[in-house]
């Protein structure tokens, strides 16, 4: 497949991970297997009913295989186009994209980590992770930390998954935290910037990828900056 081609790509799966938002599986037409790097995103195509085309990048929240597929994370963005048409499509209808584009992927060698998401922010951290712990060679002897941050139980998107992860592998961290928990929650409240210094207690040779809105990933890189890390130890994607 040539780099940045635009392909078609067949809606398999459409699953409801919350009120508003949606993992979508997709199965790319014509293409045996579809290469790309996890934390990378695609660019979807699409026109409105007035003809104007619209495009926007979603980052793929799946592993690279050795198939055609790829899925997607995304919320339902009031007023927006792009977002609502994919969480309103069916099994069986396809949609343009173009990619993979993007260089917020794992920067070897890898470091102890943290990966610290708000949201859909998880996205490209489900991919990364996924792909890092399916071989212990990717991952041995390194610790890594994913501080995801939601308002209630219910917005924790692959919950399960990531406990399961956890609970296989010793190295893997996952600390979800909310901001609207009910009383029953019994992890930590609040906003992921308030448990960053308790993970890097000091350290700065750690590697640090944050993901979701702008917001969040100034409050956090402004922390982990005053802690004294080094700029290109902290990398970001910003989905607004
Ligand atoms: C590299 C990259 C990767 C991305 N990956 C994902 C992803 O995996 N999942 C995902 O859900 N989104 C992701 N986004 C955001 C996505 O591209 C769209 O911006 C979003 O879906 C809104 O598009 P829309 O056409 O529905 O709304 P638009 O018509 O573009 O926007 C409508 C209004 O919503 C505001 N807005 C735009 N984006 C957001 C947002 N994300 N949250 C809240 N308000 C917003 C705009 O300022 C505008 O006022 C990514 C963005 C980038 C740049």
Not at 99 to 107: A, V
Not at 189 to 214: K, P, T
Not at 221 to 237: A, Q, T, Y
Request: net charge neutral; charged share 25%.
């Amino acid at each position: 497949m040539t780099p940045f081609q635009t392909f078609t790509a067949r809606l398999t799966r459409s699953l409801v991970l919350s009120q508003v938002t949606r993992h979508l599986e997709f199965e790319l037409q014509g293409v045996s297997r579809f290469g790309f790097v996890a934390g990378q995103w695609l660019s979807l195509k699409t026109s409105r009913p007035d003809g104007e085309e619209i495009t926007r990048a979603y980052s793929i929240a799946s592993p690279p295989g050795d198939d055609n597929r790829f899925a997607l994370c995304l919320n339902r963005v009031q007023d927006g186009f792009m977002s609502n048409f994919l969480c309103d499509m069916k099994e069986g209808e396809e949609i343009a994209c173009q990619g993979p584009f993007g260089d917020f992927i794992l920067r070897p060698p890898l470091r102890d980590t943290i990966f610290i998401a708000t949201g859909t922010g998880i996205a490209p951290f489900r991919s990364m992770l996924h792909w890092l712990l399916s071989d212990r060679a990717r991952h041995q002897s390194k610790h890594l930390w994913l501080l995801f941050g939601n308002r209630t139980e219910r917005d924790i998107y692959y919950h399960d998954e990531f406990l399961r992860l956890a609970a296989g592998h010793a190295n893997f961290h996952y600390s979800p935290t909310l901001s609207r928990g009910t009383p029953d929650w019994q992890g930590p409240r609040g906003y992921v910037q308030e448990y960053v210094s308790s993970i890097v207690q000091g350290r700065r040779d750690m590697q640090a990828y944050i993901c979701g809105l702008d917001k969040m990933i100034k409050a956090n890189r402004e922390l982990l900056k005053e802690l004294g890390w080094d700029r290109k130890s902290i990398l970001f994607e910003k989905y607004d």
